[in-house]
């Protein structure tokens, strides 16, 4: 089967597996025998915005999930339980949600045009297009109101997760949980810290906020 491109990938594999041990000996060693990430990252599916490589970190520091357009929604069976995991086992003390400038996603979600099934999704983010629609349309400009579009979506996302029980349960117990906004920018390579970020829920509408006992320790 000649493929040269996915040859590559498994030659690129062998590569870096020598080059990680060349630097220490028992590097997969040490990372086989558990994981303690202090970062639950919800990203972008794009492969513009890899986790590790933008932030500087190695495996083993961030739990991964990533979904198109870096969406929290509650339905969201494979997000809730990633969610779960990572605060209830894994104990992450920051969860970040990182967009990026130039979202295939919410541009999608600006737009008529239908795209089959993922219409569905995108749903979601003409939501918050709609919830932001005085703001956005007194944005003349095409570009800077996709841009400021990309940036509520993450601030949505980010009182989502404030919503959901596991969560609220995190803060009542005083875990030290505290969940983050970002937007990464293609073009420069930034991350905008949008300063959304939250420890409790007094920032929440008290609608959204859950009556929850502390867990017994
Ligand atoms: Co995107």
New binding site residues.
């Given amino acids: 089967m000649p493929n040269t491109y996915y040859n590559k990938l498994l030659a690129n594999n062998k590569e870096w597996v020598e080059e990680m041990k060349g630097k220490d000996e028992t590097y997969f060693e040490k990372l086989s025998k558990g994981q303690q990430p202090p970062v639950l990252w919800i990203g ?3 492969s513009r ?1 890899p986790a590790n490589q933008i932030t500087g970190t190695l495996p083993g520091e961030i739990f991964v999930h990533r979904n ?3 969406m929290v929604v509650h339905t969201d069976m494979n997000m809730l339980s990633v969610l779960d995991y990572a605060v209830n086992h894994l104990k992450v003390k920051h969860i970040i949600v990182c ?2 400038y130039g ?4 541009q999608a979600a600006m737009q008529n045009k239908s795209l089959g099934l993922i219409n569905k999704w995108i749903r979601n983010i003409k939501e918050v297009y709609k919830d932001n629609y005085t703001e956005l349309i007194k944005i003349s400009d095409d570009q800077k109101r996709f841009d400021r579009l990309v940036e509520l979506n993450v601030k949505a996302q980010v009182y989502d997760l404030a919503k959901t029980s596991i969560v609220q349960q995190a803060w009542k117990d005083e875990t030290g949980l505290q969940i983050h906004g970002w937007v990464y920018g293609l073009n420069d390579g930034i991350i905008n810290d949008l300063k959304v970020s939250m420890d409790s829920a007094e920032h929440l509408n008290n609608l959204f906020r859950l009556d929850l006992e502390k867990t017994p320790v």
Avoid: M, Q, Y
Wanted: with cysteine; glycine share 24%; net charge negative.
């Fill in positions: 972008c599916a794009d915005v198109i357009a870096n967009g990026h979202c295939g996603g919410v």
